[in-house]
């Protein structure tokens, strides 16, 4: 996820990517994406092992921002949010 700028990247894992990106949108959690008004899904993978999931997330986090952006332009080069094509 990021900010209407595109300026600073969030990534998380949830096991309801509606939900969770509803509370980003609308604020509902105290934390980073509240204080950095991360509100547009720009990003996101489905895994059916939690395992798995986490895993993915740790080695996205733990790239360089760079790795981040072009994974991101990948599939999305217009940083558009993908919240309402779920």
């Given at each position: 996820m990021t900010n209407i700028k595109n300026t600073v990247l969030y990534t998380g894992v949830t096991n309801d990517i509606y939900r969770r990106i509803f509370e980003h949108k609308h604020k509902l959690i105290e934390g980073f994406t509240k204080k950095y008004q991360i509100s547009k899904l720009v990003y996101?993978?489905?895994?059916?092992n939690i395992e798995f999931a986490i895993a993915r997330e740790k080695q996205i986090k733990g790239g360089p921002?760079?790795?981040?952006i072009?994974?991101?332009?990948?599939i999305n080069p217009q940083f558009i949010d993908l919240y309402d094509t779920l």
């Open positions: 996101y993978e489905v895994f059916d921002r760079k790795k981040k072009e994974l991101i332009k990948s």
